[in-house]
């Protein structure tokens, strides 16, 4: 048996379109529970409410809207922090580590600096 979460969102579109499906005869409630995993009493409760017209398109076209609108405020969200990130790096000022004329190597780093004298 699949492990699943708690709880299944369907969208209204999925909603309107199985109760569709069904009413019309293009499928049975059985077939419908097997092939989407759907519970008898889930596809009951939808049908009610597709016969009372409390699923329509305007709630599809609704649905869409507010899930366009959330991946769009998720998206602003990401581009002003990717501007604060970028913004934060051009001001950041880059160190210098190895002048021009000294050669680093990746695993031991820059040369060290010459000291004044032995210790004392």
């Known amino acids: 048996m699949s492990s699943r979460g708690p709880y299944r969102r369907h969208t209204a579109q999925f909603k309107l379109q199985l109760c569709s499906d069904i009413r019309s005869g293009a499928l049975g409630r059985r077939d419908a529970q097997k092939k989407y995993a759907l519970s008898a009493n889930l596809i009951q409760m939808w049908l009610t409410q597709f016969d009372r017209g409390e699923l329509s398109t305007e709630e599809v ?22 501007t604060m990130e970028l913004e934060l790096v051009k001001k950041t000022p880059r160190l210098r580590l190895v002048s021009d004329n000294e050669r680093s190597s990746i695993i031991t780093g820059p040369k060290p600096a010459p000291s004044g004298g032995g210790a004392k």
């Open 61 to 82: 076209e609704a649905d869409a809207i507010a899930e366009y609108e959330a991946k769009i405020a998720a998206l602003e969200r990401k581009v002003g922090q990717l």
